[in-house]
Every structure is written in structure tokens, then in C-alpha cells.
């Protein structure tokens, strides 16, 4: 850490040239570049983004109304586009004062009420900045969502529907896979998985939720968890590839979860790029459940061979669109997909990082073809997995 702190130190001097490495040794500083906030249903994060990592003070988390983050003794200077106060007032956080300076940096962040919060870093990588991230929880949120959560598992037994939890991928500060012309994995995902939705609820017996329904981001364990609470039937999550050393990549596959690990590298590199948004988005490493009784077994076998099936009759029904190869299914280790409650399935579902099919996906009306096939697909699943829907009974969401 401390010889790469120094790398980079010398790296921006370098590049500031020799009238700022001058005789009093002055030390170039550090540039807060940019300065943005999420807001979630049940939380905003601040997010301060630096040229390098900083050697910042602050509480870890607490409950206060006010959170304070100094980088003392440390130039710190301010981009020309961050201002000297981003104002929020999303009823979570207020406002955050951002004072610079040769001798330190103070970064004050102003809550709406008195609540819980925490201070994490990001590393750089992947593209992103270093990064400090200050997260608020919006006061009550937690008991609301646990409610309306409550509701919706309520509203299933009354109406006797079946759940479809529909994923998308990323959002907030996690971009996901970028494709060119600044089209960015987190929005193409949560515009299919809108359209997923909506086609989902015109059929009879079926109701579609979505896990997140705007930009920010949910740690990927929160996305399956949300669906346990919902008594969900169904988890699709929607993603799209990105092929760093595949060459330029086309076509769409459905992965369902791999106990033993990915049947290969490449599938293994995607679990890995998918599982690290949780790294991107700063939620600490866990442990792996070990809930090993028999029980939790055949829950398990049976969700596996139902995810399979899932899995293959989406494939199916996408293949049917002849602008896309269908790469198959296969199996990895997304993190995303280990809930044994219901079958889950991931659609990587083109390549971003292909021009022509960054074009489809940032595309409306190939949004809702892909939408509407997958929801056949799901439509077909039931029948072939003998789940009985209520028929001649359309629902309202
Ligand atoms: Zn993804």
C-alpha cells in the first residue's frame, strides 16, 4: 500500500513537471474529481472520487446527524466542475460541504435527520477512481421495505399468483460493462428488465417485481434476499456480457449457479467480473452460508434441476430471435443466483462490447422483443415445470 501510495505520488509529480517539484518540496496534491449521490429506497451514498487514495479520518459508521471525513495534512485540491457544496435534499442527506486545501480537506456531510451511516473506501480499478463513500439510511426505510416486502408475499397467497423477481444488474456507482458511445451495462439492464416486467404482467397468474426500480446500487446477497421476502417463485437477473479476452464476443447466454465452480475459465473470469460488483459497490467479504443439513440439500438439488430448465427454456425462446447466437447455457458461480428458494437464473444477454449489439441493447424496441421473449420463456417454463398459473385471471402489478 505504502510503496504504491508513493508510486503514484511520483507518478503526478512527474507528470506536473518541475515547476511544481520545487525547492521547498511541495507535494502535488490530490484531486477530488468528482463528487455525485444515489438514492435508493432505503439509503443515499455520497461518492467522492479522488486521483489517488487519500489517507482519510472518519468514523467507520454511527448515528448522527452530521458525518464528518478530513484528510488532514495532505494537499488536497477541487476539480473545476466539483462545487463547494453539492446539494442533495433527497430527505436523507442535506447537503455535503467539500472545503480544499494545501493543508487538508474537509468534507461535511449534512443529514436530514439523525441516522445511521457509514464511511468506506473503493480501490481504483476497472476503469473507476479511488473513491469515499459516505452512505446515509433513509430514516423508517428499513421497516417500510420490510412492509411493503411483507405486502407483496401477502397480496400472492390472496390473488394465488406466482412471483417473478426480475434482477437488473448493477446500478449507482457499479456501471457494470461498458460499451462504446458511453453505453453502460446498468441502464440497459434496468431498461429490459422494465420491459421483462411489464410483458410479465399481462400474463394471466403471474406478477412481476422488480428489485431495483432506478439508478443505485444493492449488494448482490440484498437482490436474492429481497426475493426470499417477496416469496418469490421465480429470480432473473439480466446482465450483458462483456468479452475482454474473447475477442469481440456476440450472442446470448443463460447461466444457472455451479456448485463446483465455472465448467470453464472464460465462464469463470464472468462469474468473477459479475460477483466483483459487490466489491465495486463496498460491501464487506462474507463467509459462505453453511446451513449443511438434509433439508437445505434437496431445497437445493431441486432448485438446481428447476433452474436448469428455466435456464433452457429462456435460451429457447431467445434463440427464436435470429439477431442473436445463442452461446447456450452454462453454469457458474454467480453469487447472485445462490438463493435455494426458487429456480434463479442470470441472462447475459448480448455483448456490449460489440458495437453492433451495444446498438440492439441501447435499442427500445429490441429491449421489448428481448423482454417479451424471455417472458414467453417463462411462460413456457411454468407449463413444461407443471405450475399451474390462474387462468383467465390478468393480474395488476
Ligand atoms: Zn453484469
Known sequence: MRSHLAGSLIGILLSLGPARSGAEGSRAAVSLLAVRSWASPTATRVVMEFSAAVARVAPDSGVSRTVLVTVPGEPVARAANVPEVLRVGDGVVDSLVLVTGVDGARFHAWLADSTRFRVFDLAAGKGEPYRVVIEAVRPGALAAEARRLEGIATRKKRDRVRIVAVDAGHGGEDKGARGPRGVLEKNVTLAIAGALAEELNHIPGVRAVLTRDGDYFIPLRDRYHLAEKMKADLFISIHANSSRRRGRGSGTEVYFLSLRGAGDQADA??????????????????????????????????????????????????????????????????????????????????????????????????????????????????????IDLMKGDATTP
Open 269 to 386: 473470469d464472468l462469474a468473477d467480473l459479475e460477483n466483483a460488483a459487490d466489491l465495486v459497490g463496498g460491501v464487506p467479504d462474507q463467509t459462505e452460508d453453511h446451513l449443511v443439513n438434509i433439508l437445505y440439500d434437496v431445497k437445493r438439488t431441486s432448485a438446481l434441476q428447476q433452474s436448469q430448465l428455466l435456464a433452457e427454456t429462456l435460451l429457447d425462446h431467445v434463440a427464436s430471435d435470429r439477431r442473436l447466437e445463442s452461446r447456450g447455457v452454462k453454469q457458474a458461480g454467480f453469487v447472485v443466483l445462490k438463493s435455494v428458494e426458487f429456480p434463479s437464473v442470470l441472462v447475459e444477454t448480448a455483448f456490449i462490447n460489440n458495437p453492433s449489439e451495444a446498438r440492439l441493447l441501447n435499442n427500445r424496441a429490441f429491449q421489448k422483443s428481448m423482454a417479451h421473449q424471455l417472458a414467453a420463456g417463462v411462460q413456457s417454463y411454468f407449463e413444461r415445470a407443471r
